[in-house]
């Protein structure tokens, strides 16, 4: 029973996952993606195309999910946890919080292609073996945590992570996103 109970939850947290990224519109490591939409005056800093960001926030995506699980799998202390995981969101959410800024930029269209590359994943989720026990860990894993509210909230949120890289669907998910990342919230200089 409790093995069925838990294949529906993952089911349904993939199903989430699915129309959140549907509802907001659409192979760089995460440290790739801060110097690649460095937003400084420099000229040398390039505009990224739909196609890049696409990449670059599954390539996130998929790392903070690796991540996650590799920090949870011997089952820490919450305290232990809480703050590794909070430096390690932090840095997911300001990486996605540059590409979109990239992001912001582009019109439907573009934008389409970036979901669509996210939307992807999702689906990978449910057909591919290595990403479908990716994510049957990750759900099992945060779920021993759920204890701890805040932290259990937090570590949810890697399942929808991707949202930071869409302005509109963080501030329509998140009614502090202004308050909290507005500095960051702004169109790129890049050309």
Not at 1 to 19: A, D, P
Not at 38 to 55: F, I, M, R, T
Not at 69 to 76: G, H, I, R, S
Not at 126 to 139: C, G, H, P, V
Request: net charge positive; glycine share 4%.
């Amino acid at each position: 029973m409790k093995r069925k109970n838990f294949k529906h939850t993952t089911q349904l947290l993939v199903i989430i996952g699915i129309l959140m990224m549907t509802a907001c519109g659409g192979k760089e490591t995460g440290e790739e993606v801060i110097s690649s939409t460095n937003q400084s005056n420099n000229s040398s800093c390039k505009k990224l195309s739909p196609e890049q960001a696409g990449e670059q926030v599954v390539a996130i995506y998929r790392k903070a999910m690796k991540e996650t699980v590799d920090l949870l799998k011997n089952k820490p202390d919450a305290a232990s946890v809480e703050k590794t995981f909070n430096t390690s969101l932090e840095n997911y959410q300001n990486q996605l919080l540059k590409i979109g800024q990239h992001v912001m930029t582009m019109n439907s269209q573009q934008k389409g292609v970036v979901e669509s590359a996210i939307n992807k994943e999702h689906m990978n989720m449910q057909i591919n073996k290595e990403a479908k026990e990716l994510f049957a860990d990750f759900s099992k894993l945060i779920f021993e945590y759920r204890n701890h509210k805040e932290l259990y909230t937090n570590l949810k949120s890697i399942n929808i992570i991707t949202q930071f890289a869409f302005f509109d669907l963080l501030k329509k998910q998140n009614q502090n996103a202004e308050q909290k990342w507005g500095d960051m919230m702004k169109p790129t200089s890049c050309k």
